[in-house]
């Protein structure tokens, strides 16, 4: 099973999603472009979340030293990124791929991190609760729609909004595979937790 995970915009917890995902099924990870943050990156976060012996994390297909768009990032670095040079790791393991930011950030002049998706990727969408993030939400579900890509389950981060959850589930028909909390912190133990919580329907996918 190979789980793309996107996001409805940037810091709604994907890394957060993606190690608890990776920790529930021991998968491997791959996060194809990281913008900046290369010594405490979110491979290096999911590297420090996760408890398992058997995940394998991949390396980067490109690391862009600037926190910016990656189209940005790349071009102060005097390159441009390439889907050609984005290679899928090989792997007999279960794979979860993290997006970077929302679905049509920009990697060049022409392609976006929706173009990374591949047929057989599962995507899961983490909806994070603020004031638009309904909008947010359902324009991610029409960009994927427009695509023919299918949404496998969505991941609610934050505290509960029950009005929110109740109508984002009801115009997407989305499966809920549950919701992070708004913890103190997170650690391996808390990850754990939320892994051991999410692994049935993770797998049920």
Same mark, same amino acid.
């Given at each position: 099973m190979? $789980?793309?995970?996107?996001?409805i915009g940037t810091d709604v917890g994907k890394t957060i999603a993606s190690s608890i995902i990776t920790e529930a099924l021991e998968a491997d990870y791959w996060k194809p472009i990281q913008a900046g943050d290369l010594d405490n990156s979110d491979s290096h976060k999911i590297q420090r979340y996760i408890s398992n012996e058997t995940t394998i994390i991949h390396e980067n297909s /490109?690391? $862009?030293n600037t926190p910016a768009s990656p189209h940005l990032a790349a071009n102060i670095d005097g390159i441009t990124i390439d889907l050609k040079n984005i290679i899928e790791p090989k792997t007999k393991?279960? $794979?979860?791929?993290?997006?970077a930011g929302g679905l049509l950030v920009p990697l060049n002049d022409s392609d976006c991190i929706i173009d990374l998706i591949q047929k057989d990727y599962k995507v899961i969408v983490v909806s994070r609760h603020y004031l638009g993030s309904i909008n947010h939400t359902l324009l991610t579900f029409e960009a994927l729609k427009s695509r023919n890509i299918k949404v496998a389950g969505i991941i609610f981060s934050g505290d509960e909004n029950q009005s929110t959850e109740a109508i984002i589930l009801k115009k997407t028909n989305a499966k809920l595979i549950g919701r992070i909390e708004n913890e103190p /912190?997170?650690?391996?133990?808390?990850?754990? /937790? /939320?892994a051991e919580k999410f692994r049935d329907i993770l797998f049920s996918l």
């Open positions: 190979k $789980l793309f995970i996107t996001g /490109y690391k $862009l393991n279960h $794979l979860v791929i993290e997006g /912190y997170f650690d391996q133990n808390v990850i754990s /937790y /939320y």
